[in-house]
């Protein structure tokens, strides 16, 4: 079992950068494949970017490609998500969500991960 706990969402000018981090305990996260997703109010869930174990692959949404960076530090069981030159649109909570071997989660899934976190709220004013 583990737990996933994001921080670093606060309230933001347009343009500006955030640092969202994804700090997991309970169990090793060195084996779990990462993904951040995100909700904004009205809207459906959206794959914004993902990373696997061992951090030498990455997938980006369309919409975050460029500004955003998925990163992950296994010493520290934490993976972040870098946030550059954000636009009001970005506003949402996001949430950090991990997979476990054998990876039955498709990457870009929105759902069938068997972990979450409780998500952390962006805001992005303009």
């Known amino acids: 079992q583990v737990h996933l706990v994001e921080s670093g969402g606060r309230l933001v000018q347009a343009g500006g950068s955030l640092r969202l981090s994804c700090a997991a305990s309970?169990?090793?996260?060195?084996?779990?494949?990462v993904a951040w997703l995100r909700q904004a109010p009205g809207k459906e869930r959206e794959f914004v970017a993902f990373?696997?174990?061992?951090?030498?692959?990455?997938y980006y949404a369309d919409s975050v490609k460029g500004r955003f960076t998925i990163s992950r530090d296994n010493a520290k069981d934490t993976v972040y998500l870098q946030m550059n030159s954000l636009k009001p649109e970005d506003t949402a909570v996001y949430y950090c969500?991990?997979?476990?071997?054998?990876?039955?989660?498709?990457?870009?899934?929105?759902?069938?991960?068997?972990?979450w976190g409780q998500g952390t709220q962006v805001t992005v004013s303009s």
């Open positions: 969500a991990a997979d476990t071997p054998p990876f039955k989660v498709r990457v870009g899934a929105l759902e069938g991960y068997p972990y």
């Open positions: 309970g169990r090793t996260f060195t084996m779990y494949n």
């Open positions: 990373i696997n174990w061992s951090g030498d692959t990455t």
